[in-house]
């Protein structure tokens, strides 16, 4: 049973550029969630997707945006991108119960110049 | 609104130590309490969650912490510390959403440095 996969590992961009992260579920998960963590911070709930829908969403401008795949992988989306969107994104899957453990994925490390 | 403070940004402590880290919580409705850790260049794992059954809450490697409605606490302890708990601990908080995954609010992390 694989865990939970992200890619890219590292990504760096400049400043008014789009970038798309992906994020691979643990097998027979549902749902995803994802998270900003800047540095020296803890995570942030961006939102999270079950059963391909949008199922809640942080305090998180519209230039982030997410799609969650038939086979619940997912993406995150990030638009006009801004000096402090640099942090690590991490995503999280689940069964999708209130109380079911979240899985994080290693993150993707963004670094906007 | 859900949140937690996580008292202290760094913690140290010699091997065989008693680790104690601390986290209080400000929740409007029962909480349900997490600890994750994080080590270097990785993702978060979890140590233990509260989900009002036993207040008293054993996790993986020894860890545990104990849920303390009156003190709103959820403090982080281990008997003996060992080289290889030094990593970024965060605690968190579920919204208390039922029926679907909760989003949870962390803290800002303590960082742990176990030191011979």
Redesign the interface.
Known sequence: ETGVTQSPTHLIKTRGQQVTLRCSSQSGHNTVSWYQQALGQGPQFIFQYYREEENGRGNFPPRFSGLQFPNYSSELNVNALELDDSALYLCASSLGGYLDTQYFGPGTRLTVL | AQSVTQLGSHVSVSEGALVLLRCNYSSSVPP?LFW?VQYP??????LL?Y?SAATLVKGINGFEAEFKKSETSFHLTKPSAHMSDAAEY?C?V????????????????TRLQVTL
Request: no cysteine.
């Open positions: 349900y994750y260049n990785q993702g978060l794992q979890l969650k989900t965060f968190a579920s919204d208390g959403r039922t029926g679907t995954a909760s989003k949870l609010t962390f803290g800002t992390g």
